[in-house]
């Protein structure tokens, strides 16, 4: 009975000791199989996009692959980063993804982004042209500018205005996604980006048409055909707008908040 008892201990105790050495093994810091597994399969998604893009690919990497040791990885995926820059891994995979689901669906269903970004330039054109065909846009209404209108003038002015700014974000922005799908730069935040970028371009096409348009142009010779321009400009040259609005601040601050040495 006591052999028994004493041969039940050393069991336990050497599965408790084996149970430790597992743990020990488990814990041990390093690069776990998910992260080489993923590294394998974004150099192999690099790969198929350079060869079939044609873009011109590092030798080296042929031997870092044969390897297959983590050094030898991370320098191929580096190196293939570098040949297929612009584009990034996550990039290539969302166009890869958006190709892949997009089989069978019709031409505007394929890009998302780019459907709703000519859905909102549609929107933006009918609004110009029936804010165009009014009699309350004109010059004179326009000169009055927005503190001295009110009513359905004051409306149909900053509409007019609106939408030629998100006309002008809207050139800017689609431009900018055919550039970025013909490189295989596309990835998933920029449909949240783009959203900011048209309101943006809406807000800084007013400030330029509306109250930077007198410091600009003369005052006399603010017109609708100058107004429109100046609209246009700001809606596609946001961001330089928000880059002059920030600078302008900057330098305010400067006067009244000395710079810490």
């Given at each position: 009975m006591a052999n028994t008892d004493s041969n039940t201990i050393s069991k336990a105790r050497s599965t408790v000791k084996e149970t430790e050495v597992l743990?020990?093994?488990?814990?041990?810091?390093?690069?776990?199989?998910?992260?080489?597994?993923?590294?394998?399969?974004?150099?192999?998604?690099?790969?198929?996009?350079?060869?079939?893009?044609?873009?011109?690919?590092?030798?080296?990497?042929?031997?870092?692959?044969?390897?297959?040791?983590?050094?030898?990885?991370?320098?191929?995926?580096n190196l293939l980063c570098k040949n297929v820059a612009p584009a990034t891994p996550k990039s290539i995979q969302y166009t890869k993804k958006l190709y892949q689901d997009s089989k069978g669906k019709s031409v505007l269903s394929k890009l998302p982004l780019v459907r709703n970004l000519i859905i909102l330039a549609l929107l933006f054109l009918t609004i110009y042209i029936v804010t165009g065909l009014s009699t309350e846009v004109n010059n004179d209404s326009l000169d009055k500018g927005i503190m001295n209108n009110n009513g359905?003038?004051?409306?149909?002015?900053?509409g007019y205005l609106a939408s030629i700014s998100g006309l002008g974000v809207l050139f800017y922005l689609l431009k900018n996604v055919s550039r970025s799908i013909r490189k295989g730069m596309l990835v998933p935040e920029e449909s949240i980006e783009y959203m900011a970028q048209i309101v943006l371009g809406i807000i800084a096409g007013l400030i330029l048409s509306e109250i930077l348009s007198v410091y600009i142009t003369n005052p006399n010779n603010v017109n609708l055909f100058n107004?429109?321009?100046?609209?246009?400009?700001?809606?596609?040259?946001?961001?330089?707008?928000?880059?002059?609005?920030?600078?302008?601040?900057?330098?305010?601050?400067?006067?009244?908040?000395?710079?810490?040495?």
């Open positions: 743990k020990t093994k488990n814990s041990n810091p390093g690069i776990s199989k998910t992260i080489i597994d993923e590294l394998s399969y974004e150099i192999n998604s690099m790969l198929s996009f350079a060869i079939y893009n044609g873009i011109t690919i590092n030798t080296e990497i042929n031997t870092l692959i044969q390897n297959s040791s983590v050094d030898d990885l991370i320098n191929a995926h359905l003038p004051l409306l149909l002015n900053i107004k429109s321009i100046l609209a246009l400009i700001g809606g596609f040259s946001s961001d330089a707008i928000f880059t002059i609005l920030q600078g302008v601040i900057d330098r305010i601050k400067s006067i009244f908040i000395p710079v810490n040495t």
